[in-house]
């Protein structure tokens, strides 16, 4: 099993559509989540972090299953400028540091 | 802007050849990590540098190496260049030590291997 996998997308949705990606994790002792933002050929940006049961900023809502390994995030009110890539990370640490490791991204293609 | 810049923007190479890429941390920011991203993939960690010396390393050949200097920027080198080290390197910064994990990424440097 991967450390972090996706859903594979693409999402094409009509703005105003509510939307939701799904992440799942392979390490049990994992305590931080990340939703990162990429936006065609620009780095990636944090969009939220989550660290208990879930986070909402707005329109997104970020939500951790801890018995099921799965972090999920929902926009809702679609607009076009959402559409981008959406990476779910996972911090890995060990006793050098802390690696993120991402998944391969979900692209979402909001329409008008 | 998370305030992470990296040099250059793109580079071509071709197979064989060496290449250094330069990472400035953001200010506050003593961990520098490196990570390359191929297209249609997510990034995927190289290796984290932090007091000058490298703390944890991915599944990366030794040919790809790294610096971190005493102002906490860093350069990654990769030798003897392959086709598939076409990629988009991205570096990012973090303070050691902090609960959060998070990292801020620079804009990237596009390689490209002939």
């Known amino acids: 099993r991967k450390e972090v996998e996706q859903d594979p997308g693409p999402f094409n949705v009509p703005e105003g559509a509510t939307v939701a990606f799904n992440c799942t994790y392979s390490?049990?002792?994992?305590?931080?989540f990340f939703w990162y933002r990429q936006d065609c050929r620009k780095e990636p940006k944090l969009l939220m972090s989550?660290?208990?049961s879930g986070n909402e900023d707005g329109r997104f809502t970020a939500q951790l299953n801890r018995a099921s390994q799965y972090i999920s995030l929902l926009i809702r009110d679609s607009k076009l400028s959402d559409s981008a890539t959406y990476l779910c990370?996972?911090?890995?640490?060990?006793?050098?540091?802390?690696?993120?490791?991402f998944g391969k991204g979900t692209t979402l293609s909001v329409s008008s | 802007e998370t305030g992470v810049t990296q040099s250059p923007t793109h580079l071509i190479k071709t197979r064989g050849q060496q290449v250094t890429l330069r990472c400035s941390s953001q200010s506050g920011h003593n961990t520098v990590s490196w990570y390359q991203q191929a297209l249609g993939q997510g990034p995927q960690f190289i290796f984290q540098y932090y007091r000058e010396e490298e703390n944890g390393r991915g599944n990366f050949p030794p040919r790809f190496s790294g610096l971190q200097f005493p102002n906490y920027s860093s350069e990654l080198n990769v030798n003897a260049l392959e086709l598939d080290d076409s990629a988009l390197y991205l570096c990012?910064?973090?303070?050691?030590?902090?609960?959060?994990?998070?990292?801020?990424f620079g804009p990237g440097t596009r390689l490209t291997v002939l």
């Open positions: 990012a910064s973090s303070l050691w030590g902090q609960s959060t994990d998070t990292q801020y």
């Open positions: 990370v996972v911090p890995r640490w060990n006793q050098a540091g802390t690696a993120l490791i």
């Open positions: 390490n049990s002792a994992s305590q931080s």
């Open positions: 989550v660290y208990s």
